[in-house]
């Protein structure tokens, strides 16, 4: 069974740092593609980074670039989002998923984690 | 960025009824859209991916059509695990964008 788990998540503020982790079980991890999404209380979805299998590609929304940095260890079977320079707008709970191989679209969910950026 | 733009925002709709969403992308994007059903405090569901290709173990009372600007989530026949929001999402090209949801409540 295809399992994600955040972790990470949290009170921080204006400035701070945090670091997301994923823990990925019960597929290859090594084989796909990576997503975070974030999604604001009460409001839409939306991407936030993604990378490549051996983390020799990753993308950004433009609102990140700069502040967050996405990373894995596939012999961790881990996800990784370090965020800096935290914003209060970057409230928002934070989920990984798996990209759909072929597709960029995120075929397994984690439950997501909370970040609360506030002074 | 690429826009993608859903209606309507919110529906009502009853057990039993036919629903449709629609999703407009502001330039061609042959169809690399999915759709997701999220429920509250919960993650996104993928629903289709490609624009019609159902993801394995949804209903096929779910379905999706469209390519190039313009696309539509049916559901055939409304079931009460059906009332949730949904999700379009374009992935033609980074950086990959959301429609804003289509909030589907009971009549």
């Known amino acids: 069974e295809v399992q994600l788990v955040e972790s990470g998540g949290g009170l921080v503020q204006p400035g701070g740092s945090l670091r997301l982790s994923c823990a990925a079980s019960?597929?290859?991890?090594?084989?796909?593609?990576m997503t975070w999404v974030r999604q604001a209380p009460g409001k839409g979805l939306e991407w936030v980074a993604n990378?490549?299998?051996?983390?020799?590609?990753?993308y950004y929304v433009d609102s990140v670039k700069g502040r967050f940095t996405i990373s894995r260890d596939n012999a961790e079977n881990s996800l990784y989002l370090q965020m800096n320079s935290l914003r209060v707008e970057d409230t928002a709970v934070y989920y990984c998923?798996?990209?759909?191989?072929?597709?960029?679209?995120?075929?397994?969910w984690g439950q997501g984690t909370l970040v609360t950026v506030s002074s | 960025a690429i826009r993608m733009t859903q209606s309507p925002s919110s529906l009502s709709a009853s057990t039993g009824d036919r629903v449709t969403i629609t999703c407009r992308a502001s330039?061609?994007?042959?169809?690399?859209l999915a759709w997701y059903q999220q429920k509250p405090g919960k993650a996104p569901k993928l629903l289709i991916y490609?624009?019609?290709t159902l993801q394995s173990g949804v209903p096929s009372r779910f379905s999706g059509s469209g390519s190039g600007t313009d696309f539509t989530l049916t559901i055939s026949c409304l079931q009460s695990e059906d009332f949730a929001t949904y999700y379009c999402?374009?992935?033609?090209?980074?950086?990959?964008?959301f429609g804003g949801g289509t909030k589907v409540e009971i009549k």
């Open positions: 998923a798996r990209r759909r191989d072929g597709h960029n679209a995120g075929d397994y």
């Open positions: 019960g597929f290859t991890f090594s084989n796909y593609w």
């Open positions: 990378i490549k299998q051996d983390g020799s590609e990753k």
């Open positions: 330039q061609g994007i042959s169809s690399y």
């Open positions: 490609g624009a019609s």
């Open positions: 999402q374009q992935y033609y090209s980074y950086p990959l964008t």
